[in-house]
């Protein structure tokens, strides 16, 4: 079993950036594929991007050109770098991780999920 906590929510004004961390702990998750997803009040939970073992990514339209993911093996931790915020990118932001090299944007191909945290956008 892998458990997941993640870090580095909070408010920030729009135009600003943030950098969530993911950190494992557990088996290793160094050969899992990571994905971020976040869930807006009244809404569904939607895929933000992913990350293969071999640090290949993948974005959502939404996030293209404003995010970032990227892995640390050693320390067992996932990172999603959000950069040029918008009040839209409010949301509770979960990782989640699963086997096999594929990136996978829906919810339930995902095997393990942290708790999220929660990234508020002024305007």
């Known amino acids: 079993q892998v458990h997941l906590v993640e870090s580095g929510g909070g408010l920030v004004q729009a135009g600003g950036s943030l950098r969530l961390s993911c950190t494992a702990s557990g088996r290793t998750f160094s050969f899992d594929t990571m994905g971020w997803f976040r869930q807006a009040p009244g809404k569904e939970r939607e895929f933000v991007g992913g990350?293969?073992?071999?640090?290949?990514?993948r974005y959502s339209d939404s996030v293209t050109g404003r995010a970032t993911i990227s892995r640390d093996n050693a320390k067992n931790t996932v990172y999603l770098q959000m950069n040029s915020l918008k009040p839209e990118d409010t949301a509770v932001y979960y990782c989640a991780g699963k086997t096999g090299p594929t990136i996978a944007t829906k919810r339930n191909q995902y095997d393990y999920w942290g708790q999220g945290t929660q990234v508020t956008v002024s305007s």
């Open positions: 990350i293969t073992w071999s640090s290949i990514t």
